[in-house]
């Protein structure tokens, strides 16, 4: 018999092993596990895991980059996948969300964070003098689309008049006639707050599905307009024209999205205001009429005068506002009483990792509790709103998947600080620069060719398992780290 030639002797062990592991009734994760270890190539894979984080989701990318000499033609490196386990590079997949993969998230996370603090105390060519500048932290709702379940904290709370009860944690303590679908409009009930029912309606035929998506869909409308109010009302609650406003001031934000349970958003922001100069760069203090409390004052007024209308067939139409729930505080004040720039940009921050899961709704995939179907109905309006030819420019059939929120999770206006963009650049050259090859980077007269394409992604469930590990090790380190800096 011919002898096998060295690949096909290599497949046929690797496939005999793979059935003696599952021959002795071990679960596939386990003998995709041992198989991975077991490979002579393990420590290199191990090795690209590591260079990664651990992240969850990998790119497999295959191919090389040359460096050529432009007198001789003459390859002087070569970086190819050809010697790489299974003959791939593997790099991040930089996904934000946690759920996803916790590992890219937190880099995403630490970006934002980096953002938001040079913008409120300085640094990554912002000048520090923005820390004298009246900042404000804003949270602007949802409006009520239907009664939902609550997990309320505990407390008193008055039922109906002239009749106290001990209502601690109860989720709608009221009385009344049924809705008319026949359903009760309260619940006595104390929900936790990892109660699968907060967040659903109490009623779901009583709950305007149509409107909570075409509000949602038009967040961004309702942002602008808000940012076009906001000067307006500043100028009165300061006592000045509006031209002369906008001739010596600038307000700048950065805003995050969170998804709330009952499948609807809330926008966080940071607004600073900026005097302006005859340099459009310069960040020039604020002029002394342009307080914080006066900020705060045209927050409120601002969002409460904010209303749009977005148009259907059959002189159908919606009006659209934030809702009566507007929180606006004071960073200043908040820094007085003990609060730090990094724990204020810290809260803002861990709002970027997070996605459509707190409602019970993944793109991937969506569990079967009540949250989760009460999502899928969003998600199932949407996609029926996608028919109507009027509501085409929202795009809800692409955008359904996301709640019908059609925007990015962070945004900022263009001079409030640094760029994520700006952020990733100096974290690629600082990595070049530490890197073994720096010595071996590209000259002058050297021309580079890169020729790569992405042939897969993600891992099989052994090699989930080890990255897992490598990225649960990697946090370890980092925490017991902070531990001991703070020691």
Request: glycine letters at 8%; one cysteine or more; a positive charge.
């Amino acid at each position: 018999m011919a002898k096998q030639a060295p690949r096909k002797q290599k497949s046929a062990d690797k496939h005999a092993d793979r059935q003696l592991t599952l021959g002795l009734g071990l679960a596939p994760e386990l003998a995709e596990l041992i198989e991975q270890v077991n490979r002579p190539d393990h420590r290199d894979w191990l090795k690209q895991v590591q260079r990664i984080g651990g992240c969850s989701h990998p790119l497999h990318m295959r191919g090389s980059t040359r460096i050529i000499d432009k007198a001789t033609g003459r390859v002087d490196h070569e970086f190819s996948s050809r010697n790489a386990p299974d003959g791939i590079i593997l790099i991040r997949c930089r996904n934000r969300r946690a759920a996803v993969c916790p590992s890219c998230a937190r880099i995403y996370q630490g970006d934002l964070f980096q953002l938001v603090k040079a913008g409120l105390a300085g640094g990554k060519g912002v000048p520090e003098t923005v820390a004298g500048h009246p900042r404000v932290f804003i949270t602007l709702t949802a409006p009520s689309f239907g009664a939902v379940h609550s997990s309320r904290p505990a407390g008193r709370t008055k039922v109906t008049r002239g009749d106290h009860r001990d209502a601690r944690g109860i989720c709608r303590p009221r009385r009344g006639p049924d809705c008319e679908h026949g359903r009760p409009v309260a619940c006595f009930a104390r929900h936790a707050e990892a109660d699968p029912q907060v967040g659903t309606p109490l009623c779901r035929d009583c709950y305007d599905y149509e409107a909570a998506v075409i509000w949602q869909a038009n967040l961004g409308r309702l942002w602008e307009r808000f940012c076009i109010y906001l000067p307006r009302h500043l100028a009165r609650h300061a006592g000045v024209p509006i031209t002369h406003l906008r001739q010596v001031l600038r307000p700048s934000y950065v805003k995050v999205i969170e998804f709330q349970r009952r499948g609807l958003v809330h926008v966080h922001a940071v607004i600073r205001l900026d005097g302006r100069t005859d340099n459009p760069t310069d960040l020039a203090p604020a002029p002394a009429w342009a307080t914080a409390a006066a900020l705060k004052e045209a927050v409120l007024s601002a969002a409460s005068a904010v209303l749009i209308t977005q148009e259907a067939s059959a002189g159908q139409s919606w009006a659209l506002r934030w809702g009566q729930q507007v929180d606006v505080r004071d960073i200043g004040e908040n820094l007085e009483r003990g609060e730090s720039i990094a724990k204020v940009a810290a809260y803002v921050a861990k709002y970027a990792s997070k996605g459509s899961e707190e409602t019970g709704w993944n793109p991937q995939n969506w569990d079967q509790t009540p949250r989760g179907r009460h999502a899928a109905t969003m998600v199932h309006t949407a996609w029926a709103l996608a028919e109507r030819p009027e509501l085409e420019h929202l795009k809800l059939r692409k955008w359904g998947k996301d709640l019908g929120y059609r925007g990015h999770v962070s945004s900022k206006s263009r001079r409030y600080s640094t760029t994520l963009g700006e952020l990733r650049a100096a974290r690629s050259a600082y990595r070049r620069q530490d890197s073994a090859d720096a010595e071996q980077q590209p000259a002058p007269d050297v021309v580079v060719r890169s020729s790569w394409k992405l042939v897969g992604h993600g891992y099989n469930q052994g090699q989930a398992r080890l990255a897992a590990d490598v990225a649960r090790d990697l946090k370890n380190r980092r925490d017991a780290a902070r531990d001991e800096r703070n020691l």
